[in-house]
């Protein structure tokens, strides 16, 4: 028979803890007698690792390639149970006591997150700007990209039944891993839990394999390159908002604020935020497209519903006005220019005609070419 539930733990030189951490999963197996399997996923450890492992009669799997997530994705697709926890070999978490894990996946939940905050961090056990930076920070706007409602986004001991680890397809090789887990959950409308979880200072005399800036960037990196939302559309459209209206006032007249007054020249720089902040749509809705279709991110209900909304027709419209709008606004603008019988341009009313001229011929251009392309990357609809 099929165990219930497999244990899978990272590995890569951990022979100073890891038959600390078997002997606890086997004896938490034997205390609630449970049908269980210990799989240490080992990444090149080069201390005898696998030896200890092998004599405590745990199923070693040798992953070549290197990385935390590679290691751990290993490791889960050779296990054979219904459910799987995983966590690190370091002795930091306690395998003894994983039934609060057991008790929700069996009660059906995809995938059940261990949260420090709430079970306790023992002293040394987490680093000062880990705790109060790292952890909090990237949590918190992993919970406001995917509003998932979890508190602990990167504890490493999770539990997850093995049909929902099959249907998220994880991708990333390195601790980024942990973070794509929970994304990747919440993005398939899994159901997501939480349990207090006690989090102890490892037993390893060695620093651990963590680089706290080049991991911590790895994990904002990947939040920010999953949610295109917030990497692309709500900036943008802050930006162009913001440059939208400032561009509409300062064409209507100067601002005088105290000694300053802005005139043409800022009209100049905010018709340029508009143009930045169209970008940013732009390419949010490029980069929709593209993740979908490629299969990195699922597929939403109105995401077909856009091409109907979006298509190469309307743009064409729209970009068609927008050209036609600032070529009439140009022609007024040369009009201006020859009763002055082509001089020297030096009042501010020719400018506040050329500016939003040449703003919307640009925003016409770019809405034709997005269209178009927009339209080749849906061509399987």
Known sequence: MNPELSIVMPCLNEAETLATCIKKAQSFFERETINGEVIIADNGSIDGSQKIAINLNATVIDVAEKGYGSALRGGINAANGKYIIMGDADDSYDFNNLMPHLIKLREGYDLVMGNRFKGGIKKGAM???????????LSFLGKLFYKIKIGDFHCGLRGFSKDAFNKMELKTTGMEF?????????????????????LSKDGRTR???????????????????????????????????????????LIYKPITIGAITFDVHTLLFVSMLVLIGFQFILFYGLTKVYTVENGLLPKSKKYDKQFKFINLEKGLLVGGFLILTGLILSFTAYSYWQNINFGDITNSKTLRIVIPAITSLLLGVQI???SLFFSILGLKK
């Not at 398939?188 to 349990?195: D, F, M, P």
């Not at 620093?207 to 559309?233: A, I």
Request: hydrophobic share 55%; charged share 10%.
């Open 368 to 370: 034709i070419l997005f």
């Open 207 to 249: 620093p651990p394999h963590l680089n706290t800036w080049q991991d911590g960037w790895r994990h904002l990196r990947f939040l920010l390159l999953y949610s295109p939302n917030w990497l692309f559309f709500y900036p943008g459209l802050f930006i162009m908002i913001l440059g939208f209206i400032a561009s509409v006032i």
């Open 178 to 198: 942990a973070s794509e887990m929970v994304v990747k959950a919440s993005l398939l409308n899994l159901s997501i839990t939480e349990v207090p979880t006690i």
């Open 127 to 137: 680093p000062f700007l880990h705790k109060y930076l790292g952890n909090p920070v």
